[in-house]
């Protein structure tokens, strides 16, 4: 997966202001490069998981498609850790997209991608451009 740096710190910035609340959002690309995150509201506003405000979700996949770009990814962030996702994750899993988890590895949040079939996961590296 490549991910533009800014797109990157976007969603860094975002799940870090989020803490300790379980951040969440889109990640639009175009011919394998991230070209937009779309933060999305946690309407759990939970530290354990997260349900993205289904309107602005919409919103952002509406406005994905009129930019004639793809869903990318799904970010969402373990405030208590680890980046691997868990088995709320694995059961909710309905796009067959990346799935980007974000969370704190001492005093920086770290990302690791994943995709996720059923109850099958295989890692994704991601590169920065």
Known sequence: MR???EDYLT?????????PLE?????????GVSTAVFPIPNILHSPL????DPQRQVEALFAIERAGWELMAIYHSHPMGPPVPS??????AAYRVVYLIWAPVGHE????????????VREVPIRLE
């Open 3 to 5: 991910l533009r740096y």
């Open 11 to 19: 969603m860094q910035r975002h799940v870090s202001a989020q803490a």
């Open 23 to 31: 951040a969440c959002g889109l990640v639009a690309g175009h011919q």
């Open 49 to 52: 998981r997260y349900r993205m």
């Open 87 to 92: 088995e709320t994750d694995l059961a909710e």
């Open 109 to 120: 949040w770290v990302v690791r991608g994943f995709y996720l079939h059923g109850y099958q």
